[in-house]
Structures are given as C-alpha cells and as structure tokens.
C-alpha cells in the first residue's frame, strides 16, 4: 500500500522484477511487510548467512527487511530464522520433511536451452541439490530436470548449485508470482 | 558532586557495554556460520585464519559454559529495536506502536519483550536516553565536543516546542502504515547505530542508517546540545512521558538551593528545570549533580508533591 504522490518520490524506487526471495516462512509479500519490523534478528541468526538486509535500493518498504539472493547463498531450510521472528512475520517451521513443504518462497524454472543435459551432457547437478527430490523435482533420461511446480518450494538450493553460467534454472519469487496473478485476474 | 560524577561514569560504561553487545551479536552471525560449516577449531583456522580460530573458541568455551553452544547462541540476537538477550526478549515500545497502528495485534512474545524497558521508564523515567541508547554516547561525544570548543565558536542552543517529537512520532507512525515499519531506521538515532554496526560487522557493507546519524550530529553540532534527543526522537519523549511520574528521579534540597543559581539549567542536556523541581524528560545523567555548587541536587525517591511546592 503507497500513496499515489509518495510513489512518485525518487526515494521509492518501483523495482518490478526482483530476483530477491524471502526466507522461508515468510506470508503472501503484503502480509510479510505488514508484520516484518525490520529488526534484523532472522539475518543475525541465519548459520548460512544467506539472508541480508535491504537497503534503500529497494524503495521505502523493503527499508531492512530480509532477502536471499538465491544465487550467492541458497537458503539451506534449517528454519533457525522462523524461529527467532519476533513477530510472526516468518510463521514458525521446523527443519523436516514437512517442515519444508510448507516453505513457499517461490517456483523454480528451468531454461532448456540453458541447461547442459538438455543439450545432451548430462548433468543433474541441480537435482542432487533439491532437499525434496522426486517431489519437487524428478530426473529423466540424461539426467533431464523437471521441476513440479505444485511441489517446489523455491527455496533456491538447484539455482544455486547450477554449474552453467548464467544459471539454467532461476527462481520466480513468491512475490513475482503473486504480482503476475494479480494482472491474470485483472484481465480475465 | 562526587554521585554526579559517579553516575555519569556509570552512564558512559554501561553506553560502552551496550554497544559492545551490539557489535558481539553482529559477530554472532559468523559464529553461527563457522559453527555450522565446520563445528572444529582446526577447520576454522584453515577457512578463515588465527583470529577467526581464537574468537570462535572463545566464543564456544563462554558459550558451553550455559550449555550446547550452537544453541545458546541462538538465544541472542537482534538490536536495540528488538532484542533478545540469553532468550529474554527486549521490544522498543515505539516498534510495539508501530505494530499496532499497521496490524492492530501483537504476538505474544512480542508483547511480553514490552515488561523490561516499560517498567524501566515506569520506576527511573527516561533512564534509557543515558543509560542504553547507543546513539546518545555519540551525542554525549558531540556535547563534549561543543564544550571543548565552545571558547572559540559559537554553538546555539535552540529551544523549540516538545510537541514536535509528538509529532514525528505520528509522522512515523503514519509513515510504517503506508510503507513498512523499516522506515523508523531514519527516524530513530539508535535503531541507526544499530544497523550501521550490524552491517558493518555482519555483512561488511555501509548502511544507509550512516546517512541519518550524520544528520542527527549535524543537528546536535549546530541547532543545540542533545537537539536530537530533545526534539527529534520519538522514543526519548514517549519514554520521558511514561515516567513522568516515575518514583525515582531528581531531587532538589529547597532550603539549600541558591537563588542566583541556573547552573543546573544552563547544564542539562535535555532542558529539565531541576531548580523549578522540574523532573519530565530527566534522565538521570547526573550532569546537574556536578555543578551544583551547594550540592541540593540528588536522586531519590520522588517527594509527596506538597513538600515540593514549599
Ligand atoms: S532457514 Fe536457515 S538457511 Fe534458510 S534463511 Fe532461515 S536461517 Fe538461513
Ligand atoms: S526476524 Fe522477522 S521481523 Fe525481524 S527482520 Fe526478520 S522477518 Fe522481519
Ligand atoms: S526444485 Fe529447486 S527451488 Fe524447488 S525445491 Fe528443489 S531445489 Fe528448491
Ligand atoms: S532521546 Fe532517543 S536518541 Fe536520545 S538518548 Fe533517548 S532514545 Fe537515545
Ligand atoms: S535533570 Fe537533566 S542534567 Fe539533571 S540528571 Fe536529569 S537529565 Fe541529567
């Protein structure tokens, strides 16, 4: 929620495309923001130090909140920082099987073009990293990725580990997602 | 004069002590890394160095002494807006309005942080401003700065209305429901401090917090002593609010008091009045207590209000 004015102001840089996740327990982005206070504990906690503080880059809103850039440092899933969120901004998990199959940070996309086992070297790197494989993720001939939407939890592990430069598989954002729902439902 | 200065010693180490936490649980963060990634000393030195190797044992023989490390370790954490110290929590009551203006609910251990600085403010009034704030030992610093050179350069002391920091307390309120609450990193000094350090230490990057804080002590440099504090903070005049009857606070021995004197005006930092028995917004620094010349200053135990209108 902006004012239309405000939205207007240098200060509250309207960046759509943001390659950035939350952690992992984090709501629907405009429920996270509501509840998140910016006080930085889950960035202090985190043993993976995959989460950083926004700047002002980012605009107004996102002023301290946590991100992952997936890329630089996946988020491992050990949900230290759901549990120290002081105000439920990221709901409390905990660190098994249905612990992550509650997380949505986003979805996983793989580019075929981009990927080595789809152009027959295989590969599968991306696979071994998936903490839900065969769930979120299946293997097919040559080490073939295919990600299942429905059951990816985005946390960013396979983007990570991918060894082709740039990566072949990205993760769309929770927030990214929502945003493109949104424009679906407004003109359907 | 010698409870003056005890206090304002007292004031500095504890400042100190407090910043030093901060900096301990920035720190924290590479502990908890290490810890994960290698959990032995050995591999520790081999990844990232002797000093690395040395704080990280340390920090595991303190921490064992409570009991698993990796756990306690978690127990801590965050900054002065939100801490939590050995699993104890500490909220800022301005972050707890803040939540409430935009979610009209608390979380309970969020609420639960609210009893430690609310009985605080409740019993010694504005305690915090001299005691813990990070950023008041920087304004202490700009206030001796100015004393310093006061002989050379003239330094104003502007007095403006206490409804202004009313006011950027609604400002801000109003601000963290059209955005988020991260805006109040600009609005309060210590929530500044307590990013700059967390991002210079923790991620080795410059906060944009450092921009405020210079703001901040350009203001108590040029528009008066402790101006921020007096005027601009949200958190010292709602905490001075919460107090203003505080049972402890600063004392006045009328029948020694001398009628010429305005030492203790001309000295306090946040503009109290203690000759006029004035005590809101008094912080317990102890600086009126040092230049008291007949010494009928004192912190104690408020007075029944009949006695002190003699
Ligand atoms: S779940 Fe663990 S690794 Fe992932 S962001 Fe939280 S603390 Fe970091
Ligand atoms: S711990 Fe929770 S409230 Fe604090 S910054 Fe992280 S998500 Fe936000
Ligand atoms: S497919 Fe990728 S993003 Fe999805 S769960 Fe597996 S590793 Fe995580
Ligand atoms: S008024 Fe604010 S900045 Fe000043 S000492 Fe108090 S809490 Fe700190
Ligand atoms: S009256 Fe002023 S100078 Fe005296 S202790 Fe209180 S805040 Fe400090």
């Known amino acids: 929620m902006v004012l239309p004015l405000i939205e207007k102001l240098p200060l509250v840089a309207q960046v759509k495309l943001r390659r950035f996740l939350r952690p992992p327990g984090a709501q629907k982005e405009a429920l996270f923001l509501q509840n998140c206070i910016a006080c930085g504990q889950c960035a202090n906690v985190c043993p993976n130090q995959c989460i950083d503080l926004y700047g002002i880059e980012a605009g107004l809103e996102n002023l301290g909140t946590p991100r992952i850039t997936a890329r630089a440092q996946a988020c491992i899933l050990c949900m230290a920082c759901t549990q120290v969120c002081p105000t439920d901004a990221l709901e409390k998990l905990e660190p098994t099987k249905e612990g992550k199959r509650a997380v949505q940070m986003g979805i996983a996309v793989l580019s075929e073009d981009l990927c080595y086992s789809f152009a027959g070297r295989t590969c599968g790197v991306c696979y071994r990293a998936c903490p839900l494989p065969g769930e979120a993720m299946t293997i097919g001939l040559f080490e073939q990725p295919h990600v299942h939407a429905e059951h990816c939890i985005g946390c960013g592990l396979c983007e990570q580990a991918c060894i082709k430069m740039p990566q072949a598989i990205r993760i769309i954002p929770r927030l990214e997602l929502e945003e493109t729902e949104a424009t679906k439902a407004e003109s359907s | ?139 202490f610093t700009i206030s001796r700065i100015r004393k310093l050179l006061s002989p050379i350069f003239y330094f104003p002391d502007l007095k403006m209305n206490r409804g202004f920091s009313w006011g950027i307390l609604a400002g801000g309120l109003v601000m963290a429901v059209y955005f988020s609450h991260g805006i109040w990193i600009f609005i309060l000094p210590y929530f500044a401090v307590g990013q700059t350090i967390y991002a210079g230490i923790a991620s080795g990057t410059l906060s944009v917090a450092l921009g405020s804080l210079i703001l901040f002590s350009a203001l108590d440099l040029f528009l008066g002593k402790q101006f921020t504090c007096r005027y601009v903070c949200p958190t010292g005049r709602l905490l001075g609010f919460i107090g203003r009857k505080s049972p402890i606070t600063i004392q006045r021995d009328a029948s020694t008091c001398l009628d010429s004197c305005q030492s203790c005006i001309d000295v306090c930092p946040m503009k109290v009045q203690p000759k006029y028995d004035e005590s809101i917004d008094c912080s317990i620094c102890g600086e009126c207590l040092t230049v008291c010349p007949p010494q009928c200053l004192s912190i104690g135990l408020r007075k029944k209000p009949t006695s002190t209108q003699t």
Request: proline fraction near 4%; hydrophobic fraction near 50%.
């Open chain 2, 1 to 139: 004069m010698k409870s003056g200065r005890l206090l304002l010693a007292l004031s500095i180490i504890s400042r100190v002590g407090v910043v030093t936490i901060l900096c301990a649980l920035a720190l924290l963060t590479h502990y908890h890394n290490l810890k994960s990634a290698y959990n032995h000393p050995r591999l520790v030195e081999l990844s990232s160095g002797k000093t690395a190797r040395f704080a990280y044992e340390y920090t595991d023989k303190f921490l064992s002494l409570f009991g698993e490390p990796e756990v306690e370790a978690r127990k801590s954490g965050g900054m002065t807006w939100s801490i939590r110290l050995a699993g104890v929590p500490f909220t800022d009551p301005v972050a707890a309005l803040s939540v409430l203006a935009k979610n009209h609910r608390w979380e309970l251990g969020f609420a639960l942080g609210l009893i430690i600085p609310l009985s605080l403010a409740f019993i010694f009034g504005r305690v915090f401003c001299s005691y813990i704030c990070p950023a008041s030992l920087l304004f």
